[in-house]
């Protein structure tokens, strides 16, 4: 039986490949599921951050607010300066005195008709009025405000205006005080707050509009309402993260805004270290198996399978020590099978002994066969020189004929191959047989051919078929050439395929019985006798001094012993 090849099957490293992936994938699932669930809390605490320096900084600059505030609404009640009096510029000038810088850089009060009335610093010689368009509203509101940026008139800085309208005892307008903040003081301050590197702090309006900041001042608007206490986004040339804190309730707000990209570097980068670990973790993991499976499995795989080929062959492994490096159970293994192979060999030496010892015993006994039937043929031809009855001659020659034709057959199997046994070659047989009947029984003027197309035929088939050549042989010697007459015999032994066909032909007399049913001569008999014990079919067919043709048809066992093939014609 052929060995399968299992083409189609899964090999040992993919296999196992597989299995560990399948085991691994929950794993790797979960560092997944991990990386990203804390790539959300690290998102969480920058949003916390954000939120936090948020608030601190919006208190920081909400109390300088304040402070401005208060200082205003001191003042506002202070009779100097609610009065007018010729003391109302000395008493505003009283809070700028001293050495410290702070927000304020002058207060200034107004008169009902927008003319300035007295100052902390120095008046203009020309009257001044309100250039600010918050002035108006604080007058018509009554409110405190914040004006938008502008260049002050006293040193042309860029100013913002803390504006408180004052009223009289009658409750109408009687002018303002005005508290002029220096920005590049506010935009210290912002500067001097709790910032990230990248982060900004930016005074914006009720729009969302930047104002002044603690460094270059964005192009794009913050809008107030989505970030006031949350996390907004802002796109411009670069997505901005921010969060606003009130300043001066609808007036003024304090943004801080950090960009997008860099905030969340480390977090991003943090996720694909935690995804990428793992997948890398197992790609290598299933490359060190793969090599390992390679190395110490397949490679002592191969060797083994070369030892079961060479077994399966007949042949015997050679000896090496290749696989005192492998694995112990590998090694093993190896053992097993050359301690099996050991085992089959000592078996095969010890069949081929016993055939060998039955094929010489089987040549004796065919010798010892051939040598007894040699001596049974010599007595025939003692007892044939004391008989002078011509028939008799004659039987006993085709009895000394037919023995020794057995004994050819053994002499055959005698002199036969080793891988032979229990077969007769046909051209052996041929010539044997056609020496004999011409040696023995032919005549002067009678010539014999003899063709043969070769191959072999069983024992058990050979005697018969030799007989039956004997037989045919010898009717047409007897009986085709009366009183002298000279011609030919032709003997044909083919054989084709599974079947083998005997033709015995002469161009002798003849007989005058039908030709599809000739006369049943003893001979005649005994062939067809010899046909049926081979399971052939045999015919004969004469015309009168044409001669006679005898076939004899029949298919070769199939049987131990028999070359299972046919034999190539030729």
């Not at 304040?66 to 009065?83: C, G, K, S, T, W």
């Not at 104002?211 to 040339?237: E, M, Y």
């Not at 290749?322 to 010890?350: H, T, V």
């Not at 010599?378 to 039987?395: C, P, T």
């Amino acid at each position: 039986m052929s060995p399968k090849r299992h083409r189609g099957n899964p090999g040992l490293s993919r296999s196992l490949i597989l299995a560990v992936l399948l085991a691994l994938l929950p794993l790797l699932v979960l560092s997944i599921l991990q990386a990203l669930a804390a790539r959300s809390y690290a998102d969480d605490l920058i949003r916390e951050r954000l939120l936090a320096s948020t608030a601190a900084s919006g208190s920081d600059q909400r109390d300088s607010f304040r402070m401005i505030q208060r200082m205003i609404r001191f003042y506002r009640n202070d009779p100097d300066v609610l009065n007018i009096t010729p003391r109302c510029s000395e008493v505003l000038r009283s809070p700028l005195r001293g050495g410290t810088r702070g927000p304020v850089a002058n207060l200034i009060r107004w008169d009902a008709r927008g003319t300035m009335v007295c100052s902390a610093l120095p008046m203009p010689v020309r009257p001044v009025k309100p250039t600010i368009p918050e002035w108006y509203e604080a007058a018509r509101t009554g409110r405190f405000t914040i004006s938008a940026p502008f260049n002050s008139v006293f040193n042309g800085e860029r100013v913002i205006s803390a504006i408180q309208p004052l009223k009289d005892r009658g409750g109408r307008f009687a002018g303002s005080i005005t508290a002029t903040v220096d920005i590049s003081w506010l935009e210290e301050g912002l500067r001097r707050g709790r910032l990230s590197s990248d982060a900004q702090a930016i005074i914006v309006d009720q729009t969302g509009k930047p104002l002044f900041g603690s460094g270059t001042i964005p192009a794009q608007r913050f809008p107030i309402a989505p970030a006031l206490g949350k996390i907004n986004q802002v796109r411009g040339t670069a997505p901005w993260l921010y969060s606003v804190a009130p300043l001066v309730e609808g007036r003024l707000y304090l943004v801080y805004a950090e960009p997008q990209l860099p905030i969340f570097a480390t977090t991003r980068t943090h996720l694909y270290v935690s995804l990428v670990l793992p997948v890398l973790a197992v790609v290598l993991g299933c490359l060190a198996l793969w090599v390992a499976v390679r190395r110490l499995v397949l490679r002592w795989l191969r060797e083994l399978t070369g030892i079961a080929d060479a077994l399966r062959e007949g042949r015997h492994p050679a000896e090496n020590d290749i696989f005192d490096s492998a694995p112990y159970e590998l090694a093993q293994l190896n053992d097993d099978m050359r301690g099996m192979a050991n085992a089959i060999e000592a078996r095969d030496d010890r069949l081929i002994a016993a055939a060998e010892r039955n094929l010489a015993l089987a040549r004796e006994v065919n010798h010892r066969v051939k040598n007894n039937l040699q001596i049974v043929a010599s007595l025939i031809a003692m007892q044939k020189s004391n008989l002078s009855d011509g028939e008799a001659r004659q039987a006993l020659d085709q009895t000394k004929a037919r023995v020794a034709g057995i004994g050819l057959i053994h002499q055959l199997l005698y002199d036969g191959l080793p891988g032979q046994l229990g077969q007769v070659d046909m051209q052996d047989l041929m010539d044997g047989l056609c020496g004999l009947l011409h040696g023995d029984i032919g005549r002067a003027g009678i010539e014999l051919d003899c063709h043969t197309t070769g191959g072999s035929v069983p024992i058990d088939q050979a005697v018969p078929l030799t007989l039956f050549i004997i037989e045919g042989v010898t009717n047409a010697y007897r009986h085709a050439f009366p009183h002298g007459r000279s011609g030919s015999i032709t003997l044909t032994l083919s054989r084709v395929g599974g079947d083998i066909t005997v033709v015995i032909e002469d161009n002798g007399v003849g007989y005058s019985e039908p030709a599809d049913t000739p006369a049943k001569t003893t001979g005649q008999t005994l062939m067809q006798a010899y046909a049926v014990q081979l399971h052939g079919t045999f015919a004969a067919k004469a015309v009168r001094d044409k001669g006679v043709r005898m076939e004899l048809r029949f298919a070769v066992l199939q049987g131990e012993g028999d070359a299972r093939a046919p034999a190539q014609d030729g």
